[in-house]
Antibody, heavy 121, light 109 residues
């Protein structure tokens, strides 16, 4: 079935970097954009950016420009999100999510990974 | 950046009652690229409605979406016990960043 499976939880010290992975399966990898969204404890959803797996083009929220890099590996159908210079306030669950389409119409994020908890402490 | 404001922050209802959730945008959302998500504790969000009023696959028809421009509504015709959760709206598709509203918590009265 269509699914996104993310890497396991991470604990990092302030100033360190973290790389979260998201492996796609059950659909044509290059046909769907992937978005990254985070959620701090007890808070709402924050859109971080997106990547086109076909050509690797990215679009980041201004807040994350220069600190976040989204990449993809087409050989393994895996997306990566790397964040540098971690701060306590980056403690959150990080989700990858597919931008769905139905009959050519954009749907928003129809498939989500299970989330990866990143703790900065 | 389009700011989405959801109201109310918390909605307290009994099972069987009708729920009406609002999402207001700071500027018009083109092509009605407005989605609604449900998030239960410990789970990722689940897409309910896209294009302001279209059901995502597998979503029961007690959920419905309406609106255009800057004002959107999610309605649950009769709330079931499994519907008590947090609901988010999101604008997507044309103008990044694809912002979310702050959420409405639907709780049992």
């Amino acid at each position: 079935q269509v699914q996104l499976v993310q890497s396991g939880a991470e604990v990092k010290k302030p100033g360190a970097s973290v790389k979260v992975s998201c492996r796609a399966s059950g659909y044509t990898f290059s046909n769907y954009y992937i978005h990254w969204v985070r959620q701090a404890p007890g808070q709402g959803l924050e859109w971080m950016g997106m990547i086109n797996p076909s050509g690797g083009h990215t679009n980041y929220a201004q807040k994350f420009e220069g600190r976040v890099t989204m990449t993809r590996d087409t050989s393994t159908s895996t997306l990566h999100m790397e964040m540098t210079s971690l701060r306590h306030e980056d403690t959150a669950i990080y989700y990858c999510a597919r931008e769905g389409t139905i009959f050519g119409v954009l749907m928003g994020n129809d498939i989500w990974g299970q989330g990866t908890t990143v703790t900065v402490s | 950046e389009i700011v989405l404001t959801q109201s109310p922050g918390t909605l307290s209802l009994s099972p069987g009652e009708r729920a009406t959730l609002s999402c207001r945008a700071s500027q018009s959302i083109s092509n009605t690229y407005l989605a609604w998500y449900q998030q239960r504790p410990g789970q990722p969000p689940r897409l309910l409605i896209y294009g302001a009023s279209s059901w995502a696959p597998g979503i029961p028809d007690r959920f419905s979406g309406s609106g255009s421009g800057t004002d959107f509504t999610l309605t649950i015709s009769r709330v079931e016990p499994e519907d008590f959760a947090v609901y988010f709206c999101q604008q997507y598709g044309s103008s990044p960043p694809y912002t979310f509203g702050q959420g409405t918590k639907l709780e049992i009265k």
